[in-house]
């Protein structure tokens, strides 16, 4: 069974300054997905940054980087440059490796609520 | 926009009714799932469709029907529902292979009275 865990239900930045965003996982699969979506009050989960397990360079995506570090089973997402339009519930989610549909699925934390202040 | 529509955008029903959520995705994509979000509860996958296939029901209640016609459209069927099945209901897409991102709908805010 995979677990994803995230501390921290709710963070504070200040507009321009870098944030990171915790997240651990537990999982027994040697191939494995992580990920990170956001979301606003609309509701929609939009995706923001992917991490394979056998990727040996901390993915990037514009201001998101994901710190990837394996042995601490740890994919904390950074990031920078804050905007207040970052304001939203981060979930940070993995899923197993194998290929076959009845094995793809997202399993999710708990989110954390940043809140960016102006 | 994800490319992923989720319709009605809000819901509400009493016990007796019987309603359906719709999902259409026109990404080509031939995963589609249904995944739950109560308050203060990370997100519980419901139903996973493969190919209009169900391949995944996550000990969903029979009050929740899902249907797929096709690899751009699934349903959830709902009802007598229960109070506490209120919450925000996600559809999601995705495109061959396990290490794939999902696409979500806005999703639809059901409360159940």
């Known amino acids: 069974a995979q677990k994803i865990t995230q501390t921290q239900p709710g963070m504070f930045v200040q507009e321009k300054e870098a944030v990171t965003l915790d997240c651990t996982y537990d999982t027994s699969d040697q191939s494995y997905g992580l990920f990170w979506y956001k979301q606003p009050s609309s509701g929609e989960m939009i995706f923001l940054i992917y991490q394979g397990s056998y990727d040996e360079q901390n993915a990037t995506e514009g201001r998101y980087s994901l710190n990837f570090q394996k042995a601490r089973k740890s994919a904390n997402l950074v990031i920078s440059a804050s905007q207040l339009g970052d304001s939203a519930m981060y979930f940070c989610a993995m899923s197993p490796g194998r290929s076959g549909g009845s094995n793809y699925k997202l399993t999710f934390g708990k989110g954390t609520l940043l809140t960016v202040n102006p | 926009e994800t490319g992923v529509t989720q319709t009605p955008r809000h819901l509400v029903m009493g016990m007796t009714n019987k309603k359906s959520l719709k999902c259409e995705q026109h990404l080509g994509h031939n995963a589609m799932y249904w995944y739950k979000q109560s308050a203060k509860k990370p997100l519980e996958l419901m139903f996973v469709?493969?190919?209009?296939?169900?391949?995944e029901n996550n000990s969903v209640p029979s009050r929740f029907s899902p249907e797929c016609p096709n690899s751009s459209h699934l349903f959830l069927h709902l009802h007598t529902l229960q109070p506490e099945d209120s919450a925000l209901y996600l559809c999601a897409s995705s495109p061959p292979g396990p290490l794939t991102e999902a696409f979500f709908g806005q999703g639809t805010r059901l409360t159940v009275v």
């Open positions: 469709y493969n190919f209009k296939e169900q391949t």
